[in-house]
C-alpha cells in the first residue's frame, strides 16, 4: 500500500458539529481507567477479584469477570492508552461527516478487548473476543469508499474468524477437561490437561486462535494491510487492543498449557519466525505506517517466543516489554498521523525538513524513538536488558532465541531512526513547504506517552511492583518478585545492547545499500502471503461457481438427485458402519383395510412417476397422499392423518390453480419411464425401510421420553404429547419455521407479483 492519507476519499466537512462529541469522547475510557486505578493497590497485593451473573444456567454458563495482576495490566493499557487514542482522535477526525459513527466503532472496539481481558468464564471471553473481530472490521473499513480499506477489512475478518472458530473448538474441549467454563477452575487443572489425550488438539487449536489474533506466521499478512484504517485506530490497534488479544490469550492460558515441549518449541520458533521475517520487511519499506506496522510484528513475535519459555526472566522480560511497546507505538503512530496530516505525505522519499517548524512534533518523535530503540534512560532500555537476561534464560535453544533478539532489535533500532530522524531533518524536498506544528489536540496525546516512557524508566519501580509483578505471578501461577533498574552493572545482557546499537546504526546509516540487497520483490514471490490469500479466495470463487452450475443450476430435477444421493450414501454408511442389517423381522400381518392402504400407496406412486398427462400425474399424487393418510390413521396418529390430508388438499388447489401452464411432460411417449429415478427411488426407499427396521429393532432408552410423559400434563397442561413438545417445548423451533414458511410464502408471492406486473406491461 503506498503513502496516501486516511482521508483519502473521505469527505471533510469542517462545519459539521462534532465539539461536543470530541470533549466527551475520552470520558469512557477514563472511568475505566480511574475504577482500575483505586484497586491498584489491591492488585499488587496479590488480591483477586470475581464477579458477575448467570447467563445460560442448564449449561453452567456465566457472564463472569475477574481481575487479577494479568487481566489488571491488559485492561488497564486499554483504558489508559485508549484516553490518549480518543483525545488524539477528535482532532484528527475533526470535520469529518461520519465521526459519530468512528466513536461507536471505537468505544464497541474499546468494550470488547475490555470485555475479553477481563472475562472470567471461557463462553464469555470467546463472545468479546467476537466483538474485537467484528470491531476491528467495521474500524478497518470505516472509509468504505475505499476497495484498499474493503479489501484489507475482510481479509482481516476471514483471518480472525478462522482462528475464532478454532479457539471456541479447542476452549469447549478445554472446558470438558476441566468440567467447568469458569476461568478460575480452568486454570487451576494443568496437570489434568497437560495429561489428557486431548491436550495436543486442545493445544493446537488455541494457538491457531491466538495466531490468528495477533498476526503470527503464516498468518501475519493482514497486519500491515490493516494500515487503511485511520492512524487513530492502526494506533490503538497496535499498541494495546487486538494484536495484543492473542498475547493476552497466550499468558491466560500459560498455566494450563505451558511446561511441555510442546508449548516451547511451537511459540519459541513461530515467534521467531515471525519476529525475523517482519525484520526483514520492515527494512524495505518507505510508508512509515507501514514499517512501523512491521515492527508491530516484530514486537509480537518478540513476546510469542518468550512466552515460550517456563523462565521468570523470559516471562517478565516478555510483560515489560508489552508495557514498553504499548507506550511508544502508540505515540510513534499518531507522530506519523500528524506527518501524514500536515504535510500531506507519510512516504519517506517525499519527507524532510519538518523538524525546522515541527518542534513539539518532533520532541514527541525521538522521546518515542528512543524508547523504542533501547536507549537509556528510558523504560525501552530497561525492556531490551531484560529481553536479552530472558533470552539466556531459555531453556531450549538460548543461542537462537538471543541472536534473533538482538538482531530483530537492531531492525528495531533503524526503524526508530527512519521514523525520528529522515522526515524531520533530512534536507526538505521542494514540493514540501509552509508545514506547520499540529494543533494541541493532536500532539499532546503522543508526547505524554513518549513522556511516560522516559518517566518509567527513570522510576521503573512504579511499573515494577504495581504491574509486571502481580502480571508475572498470574502467568507463572506462583508469587513472583521482580527489581525494575536501570544499571544492571556490567554484563552480557549490557554488552548485547551495546552491539544491538552498533547493528543498528550501522544499518540505518547503509540503509540504501540494504534495501539494494534486499531489492528482491517479495510481492511478486511465489510464496508470499498475501499473494496466496488471493489466490486462495479465487480458487475458493472457483469451486464455489463449479458447484453452482452443478448442483444449483435451477432445475429441480437436478436438486431432487443430488438430495436423495446424498441421503442414500448417509444411510448407506450409517449401515454398513453400525453393522445393524434387519434381516430377521417377524413382518405384521395385515388386514384387509390395511393391504388397500399399501396399494393405494404403491399404485400411486407408480402412476405419478409413468404418466404422461399433469393431470393424470397429479391425481396419482393425490392418491398416494391418502393412501399415506390412511396409514397413519390405522396406526393410531389421527392428528398426523389430518395433517397429511389438510396439505394434500391444499397442494391439490395449489396445482388447479396453475395447471392449465403445465407442460406436456413428454408428447412423444405414451408411458414415461425414467430408469435412472426409478432406480435412485428404489434404492432410497430401500435404505430408508432398513434404517426404519434397524431403529425399530434397538431397544429405546431414552430420558426425554419418560420426562415428556411426566411433564406434559402438568406443565404443559397437554396430554397429546406430540402437540404439547410442538407448541411449548419446542415452541420457539415451531415459531421459527413459521416463520422460514411465512418468509418462502411473501417472496413466492413477491416473485408472482413481478411476473404479473411484467405480463401487463
Known amino acids: 500500500m503506498g503513502a496516501v492519507g486516511d482521508t483519502e476519499g473521505r469527505k471533510i466537512d469542517q462545519a459539521t458539529p462534532g465539539r461536543w462529541i470530541s470533549l466527551l469522547s475520552p470520558v469512557l475510557p477514563t472511568i475505566f481507567t480511574i475504577i482500575l486505578m483505586v484497586h491498584m493497590p489491591d492488585i499488587s497485593a496479590g488480591k483477586e477479584f470475581s464477579f458477575g451473573v448467570t447467563w445460560v444456567e442448564a449449561l453452567g454458563i456465566d457472564l463472569r469477570f475477574y481481575i487479577d495482576g494479568l487481566s489488571f495490566l491488559f485492561a488497564l493499557l486499554i483504558s489508559g492508552i485508549g484516553i490518549f487514542v480518543t483525545i488524539y482522535a477528535a482532532a484528527y477526525m475533526r470535520g469529518d461527516i461520519d465521526l459519530r459513527r468512528f466513536y461507536f466503532y471505537l468505544y464497541l472496539f474499546m468494550v470488547g478487548m475490555l470485555g475479553l481481558v477481563l472475562a472470567g468464564d471461557l463462553i464469555t471471553l470467546f463472545v468479546f473476543w467476537e466483538i474485537t473481530t467484528i470491531s476491528s472490521y467495521l474500524l478497518i473499513s470505516y472509509n468504505n469508499t475505499s476497495a484498499i480499506a474493503r479489501r484489507s477489512a475482510l481479509q482481516a475478518l476471514l483471518v480472525t474468524t478462522l482462528g475464532g472458530l478454532c479457539l471456541l473448538v479447542g476452549l469447549l474441549l478445554l ?363 479465487d480458487l475458493l470463487k472457483a469451486f464455489a461457481a463449479l458447484q453452482t452450475r452443478i448442483l444449483q443450476n435451477g432445475i429441480m430435477r437436478r436438486y431432487l438427485t443430488v438430495i436423495f444421493v446424498t441421503v442414500s450414501l448417509a444411510l448407506a454408511y450409517a449401515l454398513i458402519r453400525s453393522g445393524q442389517f434387519p434381516m430377521e423381522y417377524a413382518w405384521p400381518r395385515l388386514n384387509l383395510k390395511e393391504w388397500a392402504a399399501l396399494l393405494l400407496t404403491v399404485g400411486g406412486a407408480y402412476m405419478a412417476g409413468s404418466a404422461r398427462k399433469p393431470l393424470i400425474a397429479i391425481c396419482a399424487l393425490g392418491a398416494l397422499g391418502v393412501g399415506i393418510a390412511l396409514i397413519y390413521l390405522f396406526l393410531g396418529a389421527p392428528d398426523v392423518a389430518i395433517t397429511q390430508l389438510l396439505v394434500e388438499t391444499l397442494y391439490l388447489v395449489l396445482v388447479a390453480a396453475i395447471l392449465p401452464r403445465l407442460p406436456v411432460f413428454n408428447p412423444g411417449r405414451k408411458v414415461l419411464f425414467r430408469p435412472r429415478d426409478a432406480t435412485l427411488g428404489a434404492v432410497l426407499g430401500l435404505l430408508v425401510t432398513f434404517s426404519l427396521l434397524a431403529v425399530l429393532q434397538t431397544p429405546l432408552e431414552s430420558p426425554t421420553t419418560e420426562f415428556f410423559e411426566k411433564a406434559s400434563v402438568p406443565e404443559a397442561h397437554g396430554r397429546n404429547i406430540v402437540n404439547v413438545i410442538l407448541v411449548d417445548f419446542r415452541a420457539l423451533d415451531t415459531f421459527g419455521e413459521i416463520i422460514v414458511v411465512f418468509t418462502a410464502a411473501v417472496a413466492a408471492v413477491t416473485l408472482l407479483g413481478h411476473q404479473l406486473r411484467r405480463g401487463k406491461q
Open 175 to 537: 472446558a470438558s477437561l476441566a468440567e467447568s467454563f469458569d476461568l478460575v477452575q480452568v486454570l487451576a487443572t494443568g496437570e489434568t490437561v497437560r495429561a489428557s489425550p486431548l491436550y495436543l488438539p486442545i493445544l493446537i487449536l488455541i494457538l491457531i486462535g491466538a495466531f490468528c489474533k495477533s498476526a503470527q506466521l503464516p498468518f501475519h499478512f493482514w497486519l500491515p494491510n490493516a494500515m487503511a484504517a485511520p492512524t487513530p485506530v492502526s494506533a490503538y490497534l497496535h499498541s494495546a487492543t487486538m494484536v495484543k488479544a492473542g498475547i493476552y490469550l497466550l499468558a491466560r492460558m500459560h498455566p494450563v498449557l505451558a511446561h511441555t515441549e510442546y508449548w516451547e518449541w511451537i511459540l519459541t520458533c513461530t515467534g521467531a519466525a515471525t519476529a525475523a521475517v517482519a525484520a526483514l520487511a520492515a527494512l524495505r519499506q518507505t510508508d512509515l505506517k507501514l514499517a512501523l506496522a512491521y515492527t508491530t510484528l516484530i514486537a509480537l513475535g518478540t513476546l510469542t517466543m518468550f512466552l515460550g519459555s517456563d523462565a521468570s526472566a523470559a516471562v517478565a522480560a516478555a510483560i515489560t516489554f508489552l508495557i514498553v511497546h504499548s507506550f511508544y507505538k502508540a505515540a510513534l503512530f499518531m507522530v506519523v498521523g500528524i506527518i501524514d496530516k500536515q504535510a500531506g505525505t507519510r512516504n519517506l522519499n517525499k519527507l524532510g525538513g519538518l523538524g525546522h517548524s515541527m518542534h513539539i512534533t518532533v520532541i514527541a518523535a525521538s522521546a518515542a524513538a528512543l524508547s523504542m530503540a533501547g536507549f537509556p534512560p528510558f523504560l525501552g532500555f530497561i525492556g531490551k536488558e531484560l529481553k536479552y537476561e530472558g533470552a539466556l534464560a531459555v531453556a531450549s535453544e538460548p543461542a537462537l532465541v538471543a541472536t534473533v533478539a538482538v538482531f530483530v532489535n537492531a531492525v528495531t533500532v533503524t526503524v526508530a531512526g527512519m521514523v525520528a530522524i529522515k522526515p524531520f531533518w533530512k534536507k526538505k524536498p521542494r514540493h514540501i513547504s509552509n508545514v506547520q506544528e499540529a494543533p494541541l489536540g493532536m500532539w499532546i496525546s503522543p508526547l505524554i506517552l513518549s513522556g511516560l516512557g522516559l518517566t518509567f524508566g527513570m522510576a521503573p519501580d512504579l511499573v515494577g511492583g504495581g504491574l509486571v509483578e502481580p502480571a508475572l505471578s498470574a502467568i507463572l501461577g506462583i508469587p513472583e518478585t521482580i527489581k525494575l533498574k536501570l544499571w544492571h552493572g556490567i554484563n552480557i545482557p549490557l554488552l548485547m545492547s551495546i552491539l544491538t546499537f552498533v547493528l543498528g546504526v550501522t544499518m540505518y546509516l547503509g540503509l540504501r545499500r540494504m534495501r539494494a540487497w534486499l531489492a528482491w520483490d517479495f510481492k511478486h514471490a511465489p510464496t508470499n502471503a498475501d499473494q496466496l490469500w488471493d489466490k486462495s479466495l
